[in-house]
T-cell receptor, first 110, second 115 residues
Framework: SQQGEEDPQALSIQEGENATMNCSYK?????LQWYRQNSGRGLVHLIL?????REKHSGRLRVTLDTSKKSSSLLITASRAADTASYFC??????????FGQGTRLTINP | GAGVSQSPRYKVAKRGQDVALRCDPI?????LFWYQQALGQGPEFLTY????????KSGLPSDRFFAERPEGSVSTLKIQRTQQEDSAVYLC?????????????FGSGTQLSVL
């Protein structure tokens, strides 16, 4: 079974707008990661945030983590058509494997 | 190698056939994972190898699923007597860490269709 839930399941915005996706998880974690998956391809690692961090930035990506609420958010600023993809959060849950959420399908309209 | 390589890219099998899916991880990566991804869903964990040792196979759905990594590099996922519910994309991922660590590198997957 999957650890987390992403919200929303699907998001459609105009190019240049910001996109925010949320992830909730169930168990305690060491870190939380976000991945992107283009249609028909494998997943690509975007960013990792550790359990003792609250916010992290990488280029146009901003990730927050609230361990008290067991939730994280991914913000993509100034979206581009190339950002169209599915986005997944993944947690380690203290174990050696990653457990993925259901994903958010993001569509950027030109 | 440059990345994780999976073959075949697509596989069509008749119900009841056996299939074998191959994964070539990044050279030197200690950990190797198999995931199953149904259409519109997130990847579901199947099994994990650390070198040649299969440390976790808790995600394998039935005893028809079998994975091996005999020399600690290439891995094969075998599905016996395929059923329609086995239709999915099978993803392989590797990591230089023991366990998933801080990043997994994924292959492009094998899309299995069971007719």
């Amino acid at each position: 079974s999957q650890q987390g839930e992403e919200d929303p399941q699907a998001l459609s915005i105009q190019e240049g707008e910001n996109a925010t996706m949320n992830c909730s998880y169930k168990t305690s974690i060491n870190n939380l990661q976000w991945y992107r998956q283009n249609s028909g391809r494998g997943l690509v690692h975007l960013i990792l945030i550790r359990s003792n961090e609250r916010e992290k930035h990488s280029g146009r990506l901003r990730v927050t983590l609230d361990t008290s609420k067991k939730s994280s958010s991914l913000l993509i600023t100034a979206s581009r058509a190339a950002d169209t993809a599915s986005y997944f959060c993944a947690t380690d849950g203290g174990a050696q494997k990653l457990v993925f959420g259901q994903g958010t399908r993001l569509t950027i309209n030109p | 190698g440059a990345g994780v390589s999976q073959s075949p890219r697509y596989k069509v099998a008749k119900r009841g056939q056996d299939v074998a899916l191959r994964c070539d991880p990044i050279s030197g990566h200690v950990s190797l994972f198999w995931y199953q991804q149904a259409l519109g869903q997130g990847p579901e964990f199947l099994t994990y190898f650390q070198n040649e040792a299969q440390l976790d196979k808790s995600g394998l759905p039935s005893d028809r699923f079998f994975a091996e990594r005999p020399e600690g590099s290439v891995s094969t996922l075998k599905i016996q007597r395929t059923q329609q519910e086995d239709s999915a994309v099978y993803l392989c991922a590797s990591s230089s860490y023991r366990g998933a660590g801080e990043k997994l590198f994924f292959g492009s997957g094998t899309q299995l269709s069971v007719l």
